[in-house]
């Protein structure tokens, strides 16, 4: 069983920032896309930022300029430094390790902003 642990969830107010943590076995941090997604209540999920092993990002339109994503091959971890926050980023943050037919997801972590 392949897990992804997320950190770095909370309550920020509106124009605050927060930083994600996803750490993932090396096996396929190394080797997967790694991505960002979120849901909303009512909402389907939907990408927010994805990295390739490469380094290759993409963004949802709604975050670019605002949101970063990067990855540590050292510790095996992705980030999503999230700036400029708004109250519509208020979701449920997953990460995802992804390659080919295998895709593999993490538990979750609450993003609330609000004043």
């Known amino acids: 069983q392949v897990q992804l642990v997320e950190s770095g969830g909370g309550l920020v107010q509106p124009g605050g920032s927060l930083r994600l943590s996803c750490a993932a076995p090396?096996?396929?941090?190394?080797?997967?896309?790694m991505g960002w997604y979120r849901q909303a209540p009512g909402k389907q999920r939907e990408l927010v930022a994805r990295?390739?092993?490469?380094?290759?990002?993409n963004y949802a339109d709604s975050v670019k300029g605002r949101f970063t994503i990067s990855r540590d091959n050292a510790k095996n971890t992705v980030y999503l430094q999230m700036n400029s926050l708004k109250p519509e980023d208020t979701a449920v943050y997953y990460c995802?390790?992804?390659?080919?037919?295998?895709?593999?997801w993490g538990q979750g972590t609450q993003v609330t902003v609000s004043s």
């Open positions: 990295i390739t092993s490469a380094g290759g990002t």
């Open positions: 995802n390790a992804a390659r080919g037919p295998s895709d593999y």
């Open positions: 090396r096996n396929v941090f190394s080797f997967y896309a």
